[in-house]
C-alpha cells in the first residue's frame, strides 16, 4: 500500500470525488496505486496542498511512524473543525456562581492517545536501529545490546500491576529492581540538579554515584554531586 492510498482511506474520501477535484478520470488514480505509472509532479502538489501533507509520503510505503502522523494530522483537522465552545459554572472565592465558555474538543482524548502510540513506535524505531545496527557489526549475533534490552523487559513486564477499582485504575510503586535501574539511568545522565538551591536527599543516588566513579564507569566530563540547574542559577 502506497502512501495515497492509506490517506485517501484515514480522510474517509473515495477515488472518484478525488478524481473529480484533480480533474482526471478514475482509472489514472488506479493507476498510480498500481504503480503502474508515477504520480505527475503537478499532481503531487495539488495533493499535497489539498491534504497538508508533503509531496514524498503519498508514493511510498509508509512506517507505521508515518503512518501515525497522518492520522494525527487528520484528527487535528476535525479538532478545529468541530470544536465548540460550551458554558460551564465556576464559585470564585466569594461563593458566586459565573458562567464561563471553555472549549470541547470531542476529538482530544483520541489525538492524545494516538500521540502515545506515536511515541511509543518512535522508541520502537529506535531499539529497532540499535538492535539491528549490532547485530550488522557482530556477524548477526545478537550480544550485549540485545540481551540489555532483553534484561529490562524482564524486569519490565513483572513491574507494573494495575487494578480496576470504584475509584478507578490504581498503579502500584515500582519494583526495587526498576527504581535502581532508573537511578543508574539519571546518573549517567547527569542529572543531579540543585532545584531552587536545594538539594534533594537522596542518599542512595550519591553513595551509587561514587562507586561508579570509583570504578571509573562514568563517562568523561560527568560531574560528581549535585550540580547547579543552569534553568534556576541566575533566578535571585
Known sequence: MIGLEFIVKVYNGTYKKLAEKLGIASPTIMGWLSKKRPIP????????????IDEVYFQKELSEVEKIE?????LNRLS???????PIQIIDEEGIKHEVFEMFDPHEQVIRAMHEELAIQKLILRLRGVLYNESMTSEFTLT????????LCDFL???IYYE????GITVEDNSAEVKAIETLLYIFENKNRLAFGIPSENSFTLELEELLYKHKLLPPGH???FKEDPFFKDVE
Open 41 to 52: 509532479q503537478s499532481k503531487l502538489e495539488a495533493l499535497s496542498k489539498m491534504f497538508g
Open 70 to 74: 497522518i492520522e494525527i494530522n487528520y
Open 80 to 86: 478545529k473543525r468541530d470544536s465548540v465552545q460550551v
Open 144 to 151: 550485549s545490546h540485545f540481551n540489555l534490552v532483553s534484561s
Open 157 to 159: 513486564e513483572k513491574d
Open 164 to 167: 480496576n477499582t470504584n475509584n
Open 223 to 225: 560531574v560528581l554531586g
